[in-house]
């Protein structure tokens, strides 16, 4: 089973430009609504109609030969000329501005420079500054928008480049599967609308579109309106756009690492037993686990599996998303190999955990070290490789992975992935993953004690 | 007892292609048709040479004037004297001219070519084959296989077996006219079971004194393998011992460094693995366990590494940005 959070942008990078601009002026024209027709408008042709003039589409383009590179939405801040939309929309504009830079287009069409403020990665937002006023459509509050389960929101933004677009949809709850909240949105939020405004029937701004679950069916994301509005609040008509961003996130990478590493290790590892072994565990509203269990009659050896993951990320970059853990423990046993060959097959299990292959633009290549270690009457062979982070210090990934050395015809081979996180953090995870680690006493020797 | 004349021409490797006698000096060489021996070589004269006795009784070879004139290992001379061994270029032929009195080396032993020793030795490579096979597959066997699946396995190793065998006595049948296949089998198989038992003394060596830097470096010792292989399948084809060494040898090193490159411009590390992989059964363990503070030091130490690995890289970057933005 996969749970994926991929972020909107990364369908709209494979679209084909081309087939987007032909298609959208096309489809502009079906939006406005036709004078012939003489119905009651309803709740989503009035707003689209007031909206219109503050939405945007925000496009990152390639500095040499100003194709565009990633596509996403925005929207006006009252009548200022800051506009909202979502950091992965911009984040190439933060971490290569030598090589991209950002234009707007509204819906009637026009076209102009962007240019980025400011940045919050956890949330995944950012504010651009326009040579335009906005109308004062979208407001917002410091007090977020009082919203009801089954309430109806409304969904704005470009999608697919096509064309602009607003969906209908419920508002269902928030969603605290990562350590920042979200907006469950049951309806359409499709790549490009990302950084779209979601409003309420009366036009408080509600949320910014920001995902949908791939698996699901109309299982959409929205940012919540406060967090723009405390980063729209932290920027005065004086602001000046930082020469470089990657302290920035660097420094809200730090944060957000400390704030999750702090919540993952505040109570004991939790423990489950596979076979004679003990496990740690870590359940909770943030990481989710499964079990999964292997006892074909045609293989010579059964395996248990556990799996513990976060099912969100921080999105950096296409190629970097951070700041999650999984863990991943298999126990394995057979009685059907002599210990030799089953040795052999589990030190096949045991290889390649590390990819070694490619140098990586974002982190370094890893460094290991590995020992044989006993705790708690288990041994195993445990191996801990760490990156670094190249373009933010103090920013490591973290892999622990562990053999089981003990047991002839039984082993346990555990994995622990952490990404994102500060050295001593990583550090003490590692440690207390490994202290949960343990080996029931052999029953036959109990007995005999009693 | 009378006297005869022999003169061989050679080719390049040394073997004889043609041989003349003669029982009366002198013998002229060249191309036209008034001569003794008619060289069919366009880079010799129409007179070329004339074998003759000189002043000291002992056989001669003298140029008659011609382009290229007479090269003895290489360099131009008018005359040469010949004892027997001397081999003298005319154009691109090369001649040996032998009297009979010349003393031919004692009788070889036929022991070491012998045929029940060939057969042996096939033999030999094919249970060492068969067994190593065997043993592999057994080893490997995780999903209760069908002989069938045994058998399958075996042949396909004696193909390939089979293969490299043949490619090296086709290139020995070429170059020294026998094909040794037997021979060139028994290597492979020798060579083939070394390499295996390396691997295996290497995972139990690693597991057993937690030696991680044994499988760290195990490319190298293979090689190491594969050169001597390779010098002995060598040695059946050409007997310039002295020569295959070095070229074995240098080919090794030349190997073992590209793969040592090839690590450091993956990894920035020069081990071929991050990590010793190898499992074997708990009996095997010799070396103690450490402690999770023993182990959360080296973590701790390793960040010293990691924190280094980055400013290489950041170096490096900046480095590789102001070349190409001048």
């Known amino acids: 089973m996969t749970f994926l959070r991929l972020p909107l942008l990364f369908a709209c990078l494979t679209f084909p430009a081309f087939a987007a601009t032909s298609s959208s002026s096309a489809n502009l024209p079906a939006e406005q609504p036709s004078p012939a027709q003489v119905q009651p408008s309803s709740t989503a042709q009035e707003l689209y109609t007031a909206a219109q003039n503050d939405l945007l589409q925000i496009r990152v383009l390639l500095k040499n030969g100003h194709s565009q590179s990633g596509v996403g939405s925005g929207f006006l801040i009252g009548t200022s000329n800051l506009v909202i939309t979502n950091f992965h929309v911009v984040s190439k504009m933060a971490l290569e501005p030598e090589t991209y830079f950002g234009e707007f287009k509204d819906t009637h069409g026009k076209s102009g420079a962007i240019e980025l403020l400011a940045v919050d990665v956890l949330h995944d937002l950012a504010v651009v500054r326009i040579n335009r006023l906005g109308t004062g459509f979208f407001k917002l509050t410091e007090t977020p928008a009082l919203l009801n389960q089954g309430e109806h929101l409304y969904s704005l933004g470009n999608p697919l480049d096509l064309g602009f677009f607003i969906s209908e949809g419920t508002y269902n709850g928030l969603s605290h599967r990562g350590f920042s909240e979200q907006i469950m949105f049951t309806g359409p939020v499709n790549p490009g609308m990302s950084g779209g405004p979601n409003v309420k029937a009366d036009g408080q701004v509600a949320g910014v579109n920001v995902a949908h679950r791939r698996d699901g069916e109309l299982v959409s994301f929205l940012v919540p309106a406060i967090y723009a509005q405390q980063l729209f609040a932290r920027i005065t008509p004086e602001s000046k756009p930082p020469a470089d961003f990657k302290p920035i996130i660097g420094e809200q990478l730090l944060a957000y690492q400390s704030v999750m590493m702090d919540t993952l290790l505040a109570t004991p590892l939790t423990h489950k037993n596979l076979g004679p072994y003990t496990v740690p565990v870590r359940e909770s509203e943030q990481v989710r686990c499964w079990g999964s269990s292997d006892t074909k009659g045609e293989k010579t050896y059964n395996t248990d599996q556990i799996s513990c993951r976060m099912e969100s990320a921080i999105y950096v970059s296409d190629d970097l998303q951070t700041g999650n853990i999984s863990i991943h423990h298999k126990f394995t046993q057979t009685d059907k190999l002599n210990s030799l060959r089953f040795a052999l097959l589990m030190g096949k299990f045991f290889s390649n955990r590390v990819n070694n292959d490619t140098k990586d633009e974002d982190v370094t290549t890893s460094r290991c070290t590995e020992e044989f270690i006993g705790n708690n009457n288990f041994s195993s062979r445990a191996v801990v490789c760490v990156e670094a982070y190249q373009k933010f210090s103090g920013l490591y990934n973290f892999l622990l992975f562990t053999t089981s050395t003990d047991e002839p015809l039984m082993n346990l081979q555990s994995n622990l992935i952490i990404n994102g996180t500060s050295y001593e953090n990583g550090k003490k995870f590692i440690s207390q993953f490994l202290q949960g680690l343990s080996k029931s006493k052999p029953t036959a020797a109990i007995q005999e004690a009693n | ?326």
């Open chain 2, 1 to 326: 007892m009378s006297l005869f004349y022999f003169v061989e021409i050679l080719n390049h490797s040394g073997d004889v292609q043609a041989r003349h006698k003669f029982s009366e000096l002198p013998i002229r060489l060249g191309r036209n048709y008034s001569n003794d021996i008619i060289l069919d070589d366009p880079h010799t004269a129409a007179e070329h040479a004339l074998i003759e006795l000189n002043a000291n009784g002992k056989l001669h070879l003298r140029d008659l004037g011609s382009q290229n004139r007479l090269k003895l290992k290489g360099k131009a001379h008018s005359q040469a004297e010949l004892d027997g061994d001397t081999i003298v270029q005319l154009g691109r032929t090369l001649i040996r001219v032998r009297d009979s009195q010349y003393i031919v080396n004692s009788e070889v032993s036929d022991s070491s070519h012998s045929h029940w020793q060939t057969w042996l030795m096939f033999g030999c490579a094919i249970a060492m084959l068969c067994a190593l096979s065997l043993i592999t597959s057994w080893l490997g066997d995780i999903a209760n296989n069908k002989v069938s699946d045994y058998i399958m396995d075996l042949i396909k190793w004696l193909m390939s077996a089979a293969a490299w065998a043949g490619i090296w006595a086709l290139a020995n049948r070429v170059f020294s006219g026998n094909a040794n296949f037997g021979r060139h089998l028994f290597t492979f198989s020798c060579g083939i079971v070394a390499l295996d038992l390396l691997d295996h003394i290497y995972a139990v060596l690693g597991f057993a004194f937690s030696w991680e830097w044994f499988s760290h470096y195990q490319s190298h010792l293979q090689i190491v393998v594969v050169a001597i292989t390779i010098y002995f399948h060598l040695r059946l084809i050409n007997h310039k011992r002295a020569m295959l060494k070095i070229i074995c040898a240098s080919l090794a090193v030349l190997s073992s460094g590209l793969i040592l490159m090839n690590n450091y411009q993956k990894t920035n590390q020069y081990a071929d693995s991050l990590y010793m992989n190898e499992v074997l059964p708990p009996v095997v363990r010799m070396s103690r366990n450490h402690s999770l503070a023993e182990f959360d030091k080296s973590i701790h130490q390793l960040k010293a590494d990691i924190d280094a690995e980055r400013e290489k890289a950041l170096k490096e970057k900046a480095e590789k940005n102001t070349t190409t933005n001048p």
